[in-house]
């Protein structure tokens, strides 16, 4: 079974850069076909992705995040890292680490970690 | 606002069925992308709910089905029951799937 866990500080200050971190077991990052995948849900809101990544390098950003964003990968830990600087209010979200394949979609979620943007 | 287009709300008595639609456009799901569905109960992550247009990951009960045509697509619940309350989005790509869409989301009430 493939399971997600995201971990992270819970509140970031305004300017400041987001760094979270996507732990995956079950599955090894750096084999197959998948890609690697942030997206995040802002209170009462809908999904946005953010990005993702495939180990051959290819990546992929939203284009309205890509100027903030970097992502990251550790095969040697079997996790990926998302970053996002210039943080503002906007920012506030459950942010959600997943698995995808374009055929099957998002597949396997992490549980979700709260951010907050917040002085 | 999003690229896909979902109705903000549906509801539907125990036992009923509801369709919940998903437009798109010629660049998206009419360009022959595939669409995805997820179910979101409260306070958890969302789940793969259909995948494929009309593929269920195993465990998902035959209630759920999806459906395109054209530019459009479906998911329709059978047999509604009061465990399905929840948000269902509607998934899929444009730009040659280098960007991934979603819809808004539809928030399913069961009466």
């Known amino acids: 079974q493939v399971q997600l866990q995201e971990s992270g500080p819970g509140l970031v200050k305004p300017s400041q850069t987001l760094s979270l971190t996507c732990a995956v077991s079950g599955a090894s990052i750096s084999g197959g076909s998948r890609y690697w995948s942030w997206l995040r849900q802002p209170a009462g809101q809908g999904l946005e992705w953010i990005g993702h990544?495939?180990?051959?390098?290819?990546?992929y950003y939203n284009p309205s995040l890509k100027s903030r964003v970097t992502m990251s990968l550790d095969t040697s830990k079997n996790q990926f890292s998302l970053k996002l600087n210039s943080l503002t209010a906007a920012d506030t979200a459950i942010y959600y680490c997943?698995?995808?394949?374009?055929?099957?979609?998002?597949?396997?979620w992490g549980q979700g970690a709260l951010v907050t943007v917040s002085s | 606002q999003s690229v896909l287009t979902q109705p903000p709300s549906v509801s539907g008595a125990p036992g009923q069925r509801i369709t919940i639609s998903c437009s798109g456009t010629?660049?998206?799901?009419?360009?022959?992308?595939?669409v995805h569905w997820y179910q979101q109960l409260p306070g958890t992550a969302p789940k793969l709910l259909i995948y494929g247009n009309n593929n269920r990951p195993s465990g998902v009960p035959d209630r759920f089905s999806g459906s395109k045509s054209g530019t459009s697509a479906s998911l329709v619940i059978t047999g509604l029951q009061a465990e399905d309350e929840g948000d269902y989005y509607c998934q899929s790509y444009d730009r040659s799937q280098s960007d991934v869409l979603f819809g808004g989301g539809t928030k399913l009430t069961v009466l």
């Open positions: 990544f495939h180990t051959s390098g290819r990546t």
């Open positions: 997943a698995r995808h394949d374009f055929w099957s979609g998002f597949d396997y």
């Open positions: 010629s660049s998206n799901i009419g360009a022959y992308f595939d």
